[in-house]
Nanobody, 128 residues
Framework: QVRLEESGGGSVQAGGSLRLSCLAN????????MGWFRQAPGKEREGVAA????????YYVDSVKGRFTISQDNDRSTVYLQMNSLKPEDTAMYYCTAGVFLNGGDYCYPGVTQGGYWGRGTQVTVSS
């Protein structure tokens, strides 16, 4: 049974911070590539960050490098996305995913794997 529960979204002013959490059950967490996608109104879905739960490899889209950090707590089957220096263009619905980013063996890279799992999403709104 799939379980992905996001939390931590909200509204902040530009320059602020938020931390998203994604709690998964062990089976879902074992999908190896856990990550976050986002989608803003009128824009395409975008893979933001991913982490290989069997190791430490991470991926970030260029627009968030240096501002966002993805991390994992294997004991809690939880993945976090620390978002600092938020910008209005970060405003979007953020979705936790398991097994969606492409799996390169010991790293994750952008793309969408059919059959992966998506959370319901958590809204992040950044005002200027």
């Amino acid at each position: 049974q799939v379980r992905l529960e996001e939390s931590g979204g909200g509204s902040v002013q530009a320059g602020g911070s938020l931390r998203l959490s994604c709690l998964a059950n062990a089976w879902t967490y074992s999908r190896n590539c856990m990550g976050w996608f986002r989608q803003a109104p009128g824009k395409e879905r975008e893979g933001v960050a991913a982490i290989y739960t069997g190791g430490t490899s991470t991926y970030y889209v260029d627009s968030v490098k240096g501002r966002f950090t993805i991390s994992q707590d294997n004991d809690r089957s939880t993945v976090y996305l620390q978002m600092n220096s938020l910008k209005p263009e970060d405003t979007a619905m953020y979705y936790c995913t398991a097994g969606v980013f492409l799996n390169g063996g010991d790293y994750c890279y952008p793309g969408v794997t059919q059959g992966g799992y998506w959370g319901r999403g958590t809204q992040v709104t950044v005002s200027s």
